[in-house]
């Protein structure tokens, strides 16, 4: 039987994962009185097991805290399933569709062939729906992905077969494809009946000063990061990189000319090395209750709503809402600033206390 004062990690190591760190703080500074005791995995302190004082149990996982229902955080998880109940409920989503992969189709078929169903969209069949429905350039994302991972944008059919080969060899098996919205990219966290904040993501972009290499420049980037606080580690193997140069007819050598802004990657994760803008404050009240209503809508009291706006500052804009993220992780904007750092602790502090009641 544990003691009501039981924690069985006193110091965060550096390398625990943001959350648990900030969850043992919060403890060992007395700011969880509803929590008896927490319990972490030692090596990586990646999950843990918290207990209360009235006796009940969460567990948290990376950045899942427990909050939500499991039902609700596994259709999020779902970028195809999610877009569906969208575009049901009435909200305005990218145009777009998921492909399964040749594996999938051969898993799946196996039980719905009996039945006669032979509606399955294949991967091979998306140069076609790109061609006649959505046009270039498009996005091309695994379906069960996040952080940004393996998304690609698409200007040609060639990069379209690029992007479909890395994923076969991934193991992806089902590909949503969307078309491209031309609108600033805005996350929106949602904690029950309140945005807790918002931000605007904007990707990895390096500025010319004439002298420095590209890989250079990357560095330098990357050691901003590390002097700010950031965890974000710049994946100079990542094809997507490549692809971008190669647009540009440039290699990592290219000296970047002297006040030229260049585009590292496509897609505005921070988790890839994007930066924020903080919109707490200016984001239009329409916004605010629309997140809201779509987090509840979408049975997540904690979510994290990316929005494609116009202008988030008016209530009248043209939107697409891109996710959702039923476990959206915030180290990386509350290294932005002290404001938002402590915008984030304070959101662990209400989750973590307060139990499944927040």
Not at 213 to 235: C, K, P, V
Not at 326 to 343: I, V
Request: proline share 5%; charged share 25%; hydrophobic share 35%.
């Amino acid at each position: 039987m544990e003691s009501p004062s039981t924690v069985h990690a006193v110091i965060a190591p550096p390398h625990y994962p943001y959350i648990t760190r900030v969850l043992i703080e919060l403890f060992e500074t007395g700011a969880l009185p509803n929590v008896a005791s927490i319990q972490v995995e030692p090596v990586y302190g990646y999950v843990g097991r918290i207990v209360y004082r009235d006796g009940t149990v969460r567990f948290f996982r990376g950045s899942s805290m427990g909050v939500n229902r499991l039902g609700a955080s596994e259709i999020a998880r779902d970028k195809g399933y999610t877009k569906y109940f969208l575009e049901q409920l009435g909200y305005s989503t990218p145009r777009g569709q998921v492909f399964l992969s040749a594996r999938f189709v051969e898993l799946i078929d196996r039980n719905l062939g009996r039945f006669g169903f032979t509606e399955f969209a294949h991967c091979d069949q998306i140069l076609d729906y790109v061609r006649e429905t959505l046009g270039y350039p498009c996005y091309l994302k695994p379906n069960e992905g996040s952080q940004g991972r393996g998304i690609e944008q698409c200007a040609n059919p060639e990069e379209v077969l690029e992007a479909l080969e890395r994923y076969a060899a991934e193991g992806a098996l089902k590909v949503l494809v969307e078309q491209a919205i031309p609108y600033p990219d805005y996350r929106v966290v949602v904690l029950g009946d309140e945005v807790i904040s918002c931000y605007l993501r904007k990707p990895l972009s390096l500025a010319g000063d004439g002298v420095s290499t590209i890989s250079e420049l990357l560095a330098e980037r990357q050691r901003q990061f590390l002097d700010d606080g950031r965890d974000t580690i710049i994946n100079l193997e990542d094809s997507r990189l490549d692809r971008a140069l190669r647009r540009e007819g440039w290699t990592r050598d290219t000296v970047l000319p002297a006040g030229r802004a260049w585009q590292a990657f496509q897609v505005s994760n921070l988790s890839v090395g994007g930066d924020s803008e903080d919109f707490t404050d200016r984001i239009h009240p329409h916004w605010r209750e629309l997140c809201i209503e779509i987090s509840a809508a979408m049975g997540l009291r904690f979510s994290g709503v990316d929005l494609a706006c116009e202008d988030i500052c008016r209530g009248d804009s043209a939107y697409s809402v891109l996710e959702i993220n039923a476990a959206p992780g915030l180290d990386n904007y509350a290294a932005s600033g002290p404001r938002q750092a402590e915008l984030v602790r304070d959101l662990y502090r209400r989750v973590f206390n307060e139990g499944t009641d927040v």
